[in-house]
């Protein structure tokens, strides 16, 4: 029996078999081969292999999000057999008499550099793809298998780290924790255990070994312990206290279709914070009276190209229809800094929570942008969707946006597309900036939204990914506290409504001085919604604390 400490992210128990994420070696070793003509056979071997997988992922594509997008791995299949590509592996294994994954290697960046320098943007896309299917196929030659499809039962993962774009696309329904050696509580993945509602203990450190794959282990999602192959006393323990937390869920089960309001009255929405259509589900099973966050960057993080408008369309209408008439906050596509998505060809920053994102990204590349809000704009026919916008520093860029609106909202006009003319739009409110001209911007928009996870990181200068932060971190500064103030006063000043849909929303420590400076709406994971209406319920403004 090992124990191990780390930092609770979700406060829950889950028993059950560890399965170790791996991915793709990054570092491809260069080593020498006689038999040249043996290696160039492993590669065909390899590649064969590799076309087989990428035609059982087109079927099941095809099954799951349709013709249209499972597309892209008849691209990579393509790709993969593509006699240029196929040449130039065979060619270096020859002449410079070397192992196939490192020729593999040397022709993907040869390849991808070639993309890269080319005019039209659908082939500079591509550039991702030769990574992507070079990546498959050393993974083939390393034998390492297809490791992270999930078998039929359900897991928890461990991993030294997960990225935004790795943890959308794990199958959730076989997930039932997580353990990080590093990871941090603002980060998306932690974010994403959150909304899934299951324990996850981050920041274990080097001591979460690989060696832990395939055995039992304990995920206490309330001390940060994960105890590995538990003995029978311990496991007897945890199954009593397991049971604990599920009486707990049962009793604020009772909470559904109860009304969020203090005991003396006062009234606060409780919504929900999504990542896809798919979370609706929890949505409701929690009882939230709205989406006050659908990440739509997700959509961009689970597919392999730009989702088109038409995809788009289905995943926001599917969503607006199924809330069916409640409030649905769509915000536009957050990526970068640690949201990355190969397709988009961002360059390597320094500072990339600094760089280049969101309404930046946007703003600069128009044709996404406006793909996006005409799906919206169309979506909004089916519901009761409202648009908001990331990142926003300044008056001129809402104003930019809603020209670009207007122009978005005239070609669907042209093109005789049905559209929702009068949509209600709103800005987050997650820099500095933004909350000290709250007054100016709150003239511009129809509701404001505070995204605490940023305004913490910049205002306190703390990488909400960096966890030797930790220590400095005070999540309760009172500078953060004063800037939401500010950016409710000016909500309130103008007629606006103000929203928090950070992590910070769901803090029951704070949630009196939230009610005290009248935020109107706390957007919070939804396994946390009816938690924290019991906080609401319970809190009586005219005592004195
Ligand atoms: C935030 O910054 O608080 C927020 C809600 O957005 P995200 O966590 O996706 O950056
Ligand atoms: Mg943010």
Redesign the pocket.
């Known amino acids: 029996m090992i124990k191990l400490k780390g930092k609770s992210v979700f406060n829950d128990v889950c028993i059950g078999k560890i399965h170790f994420y791996r991915r793709a070696r990054s570092v491809i070793k260069r080593y020498h081969v006689s038999d040249t003509e043996a290696e160039v056979k492993r590669f065909h071997d390899a590649q064969a292999e590799g076309l087989r997988e990428l035609q059982e992922l087109h079927e099941k594509a095809v099954k799951s999000v349709g013709e249209a997008d499972a597309a892209i791995f008849e691209v990579h299949q393509m790709m993969m057999e593509d006699q240029d590509y196929t040449e130039s592996v065979e060619n270096i294994i020859r002449t410079q008499e070397i192992n196939a994954e490192y020729a593999i290697g040397t022709t993907a960046d040869n390849f991808s550099s070639m993309f890269l320098a080319m005019d039209d943007e659908y082939m500079r896309g591509r550039a991702a793809d030769v990574k992507d299917i070079s990546d498959r196929l050393v993974r083939i030659l390393s034998g390492a298998g297809r490791d992270n499809e999930l078998e039929d039962d359900r897991y928890i993962i461990a991993a030294d780290d997960l990225a935004p774009s790795e943890t959308v696309q794990l199958d959730k329904s076989k997930v039932m924790g997580f353990i990080l050696q590093q990871g941090s509580a ?1 980060s ?1 993945t932690a ?1 994403l255990a959150r909304s899934m509602g299951i324990p996850a203990v981050i920041g274990l450190g080097g001591d979460l070994t690989e060696e832990a794959d395939g055995k039992t282990a304990i995920v206490d999602g309330a001390s940060g312990e994960v105890i590995i192959d538990p003995d029978e006393e311990t496991l007897d323990k945890y199954r009593k206290i397991k049971k604990g937390y599920d009486e707990r869920k049962a009793l604020l089960a009772q909470l559904k279709g109860r009304e969020t309001v203090t005991l003396d009255g006062q009234k606060i929405k409780i919504f929900a ?1 999504i990542g896809s259509p798919a979370d609706v589900a929890k949505v409701m099973e929690n009882d939230a009276e709205g989406i006050g ?1 659908f ?1 739509s ?1 997700f959509l961009y993080l689970q597919s392999e190209d730009f989702p088109g408008e038409d995809t788009q369309f289905a995943a926001y209408r599917q969503v607006a229809e199924n809330m069916a008439g409640k409030k649905v906050i769509i ?1 536009t596509l ?1 990526i970068g ?1 640690d ?1 990355q998505c190969a397709y988009f060809n961002l360059e390597h920053e320094e500072n990339p929570a600094l760089g280049y994102r969101a309404i930046r990204i946007c703003l600069t590349r128009p044709e996404i942008f406006k793909t996006q809000l005409r799906a919206l704009y169309r979506a909004a026919m089916y519901g009761n969707i409202s648009i908001m916008f ?1 990142m926003i520093i300044s008056v001129s860029e809402v104003r930019k946006i809603k020209q670009i609106c207007e122009e978005v909202k005239a070609s669907l006009k042209a093109d005789g597309i049905p559209y929702k003319d009068d949509v209600e739009l709103g800005i ?1 409110i ?1 820099t500095p900036a933004a909350a000290l001209i709250a007054d100016d911007l709150a003239q511009e928009v129809d509701f404001f ?9 910049y205002t306190l200068a703390i990488d ?1 990914v960096n966890r030797k932060l930790d220590p400095f971190l005070d999540t309760h500064h009172p500078a953060v506290l004063k800037l939401i103030k500010m950016a409710a006063d000016s909500a309130h000043k103008y007629g606006k409504w103000i929203g928090i ?4 929303g769901a803090d029951p420590e704070l949630t009196r001085t939230f009610l005290k400076m009248g935020i109107d709406e706390l957007s919070v994971s939804p396994s946390l919604v009816l938690k924290l209406r019991d906080q609401v319920i319970r809190t009586d403004m005219r005592e004195e604390l």
Request: glycine share 8%.
């Open positions: 603002s998306h974010i914070n966050l990440r960057e915000r957050d800094a949201k990331p987050m997650e939204s505070v995204g605490t996870n940023d305004l913490t990181q909400r849909c950070g992590e910070l």
